[in-house]
């Protein structure tokens, strides 16, 4: 009686971990597809907008993350930030960031924050077709070579746990 429950048990443990990693696989083939597919839409939409204009936003939240060398002298610094800004009378909320450089940096001391909470900053914005404002979309080669890999790496796991579960399939009988 012991030995049937260990079976189902185990059997399930084994389907779940390949239901699990099934999900995972089909999950990062639709990130990837859906981040490649919302970016050139979202460029598209910039390319054909009749209202680009700069406008000043106020930071409403924001992330330093700095970049030092091997001496340990900051080289770098990259500020994550949700901000919102105002369009004839309508308030939008968006994300942008803004990376300064060992040149912008040298005349400040380093722990001083070239951007703060409460701070003005310049963003671009364009109307979208639906009539709202947008921040301008980042062209971030990082980010689509990262969508471009989730696909065949989703793909790589389906593959393999489709074979796991032909398998055990086989195994069973």
């Not at 963003?123 to 979309?137: L, Q």
């Not at 080669?141 to 389906?158: D, K, S, Y």
Request: glycine share 6%; with cysteine; aromatic share 8%.
């Amino acid at each position: 009686m012991g030995c049937p429950v260990f079976l189902l048990i185990l059997c399930l443990a084994v389907c779940s971990i390949d239901g699990l990693g099934l999900l995972i696989g089909i999950s990062l083939i639709v990130a990837g597809i859906y981040g490649i597919v919302s970016n050139k839409i979202e460029n598209q939409e910039y390319k054909n907008s009749t209202d680009i204009r700069t406008v000043n936003a106020v930071v409403e939240e924001c992330r330093r993350k700095d970049e030092k060398n091997d001496a340990d002298i900051l080289i770098r610094s990259e500020y994550n930030t949700k901000v919102s800004f105002v369009v004839d009378g309508t308030i939008y909320k968006g994300r942008t960031y803004f990376v300064f450089g060992q040149n912008e940096l040298k005349n400040s001391l380093p722990f001083q924050d070239k951007i703060r909470r409460g701070d003005e900053v310049s963003v671009e914005v364009y109307r979208t077709s639906k009539g709202s404002y947008k921040i301008k979309p980042d062209n971030d080669i990082i980010t689509f070579l990262l969508c471009c890999m989730a696909i065949p790496v989703g793909a790589v796991v389906v593959i393999i746990m489709v074979l796991d579960i032909f398998k055990h399939a086989s195994v069973k009988r």
